[in-house]
C-alpha cells in the first residue's frame, strides 16, 4: 500500500513539474514575442535599450526571467524525479511551493 502511494505521489508531482516546465517556456516564447513587438514599435532605427529616450520594458524583462527560472526549476526537477528513490522531487516541489 505504501509502494502504491508513493508511486502515486511521484506521478502526481511529475505531472504537476511538467505543467510548470510548459508554463515556464510559454513565457519565455511570449516574453520574446513581446520584445519583438516592442522593438518594431521602437521605429527603423530604435534608441539604444537603456537611453533617456526608450521607455525601459520591465515587464518583458521580468517575464523572460520568471520564465527562464521555472524552466530551470522545472529541469532541476526532471533530474531529481529519475533519482533513485525519488526523495530529491520532493524536495525541489516544497521549495518550489513554499518561495513562490
Known amino acids: 500500500m505504501t509502494r502504491m502511494a ?3 505521489m511521484q506521478s502526481l508531482l511529475k505531472v504537476v513539474n ?3 516546465g ?3 517556456i510559454a513565457m519565455i516564447l511570449y516574453a520574446l514575442w513581446m520584445f519583438r513587438v516592442w522593438h518594431k514599435q521602437m521605429g527603423p532605427y530604435p534608441p539604444p535599450f537603456f537611453g533617456p529616450d ?3 520594458p520591465w515587464f518583458i524583462y521580468a517575464t523572460l526571467g520568471l520564465g527562464i527560472t521555472l524552466s530551470i526549476v522545472t529541469c532541476s526537477g526532471h533530474i531529481a524525479a529519475e533519482t533513485a528513490n525519488g526523495c ?3 524536495i525541489v516541489s516544497f521549495h518550489y511551493f513554499t518561495f513562490n
Do not use: F, K
Open 18 to 20: 511538467s505543467v510548470i
Open 6 to 8: 508513493r508511486s502515486c
Open 22 to 24: 510548459m508554463v515556464g
Open 54 to 56: 526608450a521607455p525601459a
Open 88 to 90: 530529491c522531487l520532493y
